[in-house]
T-cell receptor
Framework: DQQVKQNSPSLSVQEGRISILNCDYT??????FLWYKKYPAEGPTFLIS?????DKNEDGRFTVFLNKSAKHLSLHIVPSQPGDSAVYFC???????????FGSGTQLTVLP | DTAVSQTPKYLVTQMGNDKSIKCEQN?????MYWYKQDSKKFLKIMFS???????INETVPNRFSPKSPDKAHLNLHINSLELGDSAVYFC????????????FGQGTRLTVV
């Protein structure tokens, strides 16, 4: 039962363009959402998060959008850089749970 | 200074052996976790633990057991290893209260042969 879904296993984008990574969730109890970035042979590193009381959070080149009615969130990276090439995981947590529930990840490749 | 460190990074062992993976965090967090990344690349929670409570994912075989000598350490013991245990195991830590972000170790790639 996948409560957090990332339906695109991979995405290729030209350097300088926008990267949009998508995530859907099914559990309406989730109230906090996070994006993690993972390079090969390393652990996931926290990138950006958003609370369910907001619909947008921005940090430099990274913006996360939350659409609660659609149970959908997205990560926008503008402009994309080759160093952004990594696997991006969407994660969510409910108030009652301690751990994060992760999606399956999207491999982003930014082409020079 | 590594915030969450786990050892070893690679572990190759035979079926039936017992092995341990160590994890330490220097962030002062009150909760630690073990996640398993399977062949389909999903990160699945195995355990979450603080000094008050251990929560076990019901799908985890009882051959897997977490051991916490103190608040900064959560080691993972695996008995009678099976081929299907081959995966990458990640330790993580966070604070229960406040922000939910968890900090991860570099992972341990376990290969059972």
């Amino acid at each position: 039962d996948q409560q957090v879904k990332q339906n695109s296993p991979s995405l290729s984008v030209q350097e300088g363009r926008i990267s949009i990574l998508n995530c859907d969730y099914t559990n309406s109890m989730f109230d906090y959402f996070l994006w993690y970035k993972k390079y090969p042979a390393e652990g996931p590193t926290f990138l950006i998060s958003i609370s369910s009381i907001k619909d947008k959070n921005e940090d430099g080149r990274f913006t996360v959008f939350l659409n609660k009615s659609a149970k959908h969130l997205s990560l926008h990276i503008v402009p994309s850089q080759p160093g952004d090439s990594a696997v991006y995981f969407c994660a969510a947590r409910s108030r009652s749970a301690r751990q994060l529930t992760f999606g399956s990840g999207t491999q982003l490749t930014v082409l020079p | 200074d590594t915030a969450v460190s786990q050892t070893p990074k690679y572990l190759v062992t035979q079926m039936g052996n017992d092995k341990s993976i160590k994890c330490e965090q220097n962030l002062g967090h009150d909760t630690m976790y073990w996640y398993k990344q399977d062949s389909k690349k999903f990160l699945k929670i195995m355990f979450s633990y603080n000094n008050k409570e251990l929560i076990i994912n019901e799908t985890v075989p009882n051959r897997f057991s977490p051991k916490s000598p103190d608040k900064a350490h959560l080691n993972l013991h695996i008995n009678s290893l099976e081929l299907g245990d081959s995966a990458v195991y990640f330790c993580a830590s966070s604070q229960i209260q406040g922000k939910a972000e968890a900090f991860f170790g570099q992972g341990t790639r376990l290969t059972v042969v």
